[in-house]
């Protein structure tokens, strides 16, 4: 059976871990050379409104060592461009396509691509979510930590699509997710009430606060994201402001557990939201991160298309 990846929680528990097996299998395969062909046949679609570097690359090519094909949309050659609805595009790349990757402004648009396309949909950032990143994030401290469920992750900064996808995530995997965001910045009402709903059945706990320190307090990860996402660069000033002292800095990491590792989906703003002896220090595993994005798109696509 086939199916999309729209949002976080359009896993269960059962799924997001036979994602880590996946994903695990095949990074050792890739490390190995070893052939793997379980997109053979199959043609897969990125749509990518916004830049990315990670996204896009690493799902191509997930796409190309696992033997599909891979075709990038540019939206500004589409004919979405000139005002072709989305729901008449879905229909018709749903025609030549086996799936599509989609990185989008708008949520909507990634739920209307996938129920007018009739073929799997997985969601490469929206507005609301950022699901295959949070996927890649859960595995990496998976590896580095050797289990997720009972953890603590402290979320410092913006309440954005990473962190709601942080929110689900952790709430399927049982870690617990403490968020610090400042007043009006806090994560949607709708994705917390979602993730305590998770939480109840698998034993995270969510919590909010205020301020950083209330959150880092002695946890075992501690990640950021930056203060202004893609879209918002009208809201800069505002945010940078708002954002003051929001900083995962040397300060901080000494309040979180001796052995907390740091994280950052990336792309990073030095002396913003994170500082660059955090970033380049030895407690950063941003790169072992980044680089599981390609491993973590290989066990989804695998898992979700084959
Ligand atoms: N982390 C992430 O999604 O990076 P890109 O914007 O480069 O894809
Ligand atoms: N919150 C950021 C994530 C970038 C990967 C954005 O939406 O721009």
Known sequence: MTRSLVKASDLTSKDLFAIFGRARELKSRIYARKPINTLQNKVIGLLFEKPSTRTRTSFESAILRLGGGAIYLAPGNLQIKRGEPIEDTARVLGSYLDAIVARVYAHQTVVDLSHYS????????????????????????????????????????????????????????????????????????????????????????????????????????????????????????????????????ADLLRMAAEDAVVMHCLPAHRGLEITDDVIEGPRSIVWQQAENKMHCAAGILDYLLS
Not at 188 to 204: H, N, Q, R, V
Not at 217 to 237: F, P
């Open 118 to 249: 009739h073929i799997p949909v997985i969601n490469g950032l929206s507005d609301l979510d950022h699901p295959t990143q949070a996927v890649c994030d859960l595995f990496t401290i998976l590896e580095v930590k050797g289990r997720v469920q009972g953890l603590n992750l402290a979320y410092i900064g913006d309440g954005n699509n990473v962190c709601h996808s942080l929110l689900l995530a952790c709430a399927l995997a049982g870690m617990h997710i403490r968020v610090a965001a400042p007043g009006g910045y806090k994560p949607d009402s709708g994705i917390l009430s979602e993730a305590t709903g998770i939480g109840a059945k698998t034993g995270a706990r969510i919590e909010v606060f205020d301020r950083p320190e209330e959150a880092v307090a002695g946890a075992d990860i501690l990640y950021t994201d930056v203060w202004v996402s893609m879209g918002e660069e009208g809201e800069e000033k505002t945010k940078l402001e708002i954002f003051q002292g929001y900083q995962i800095n």
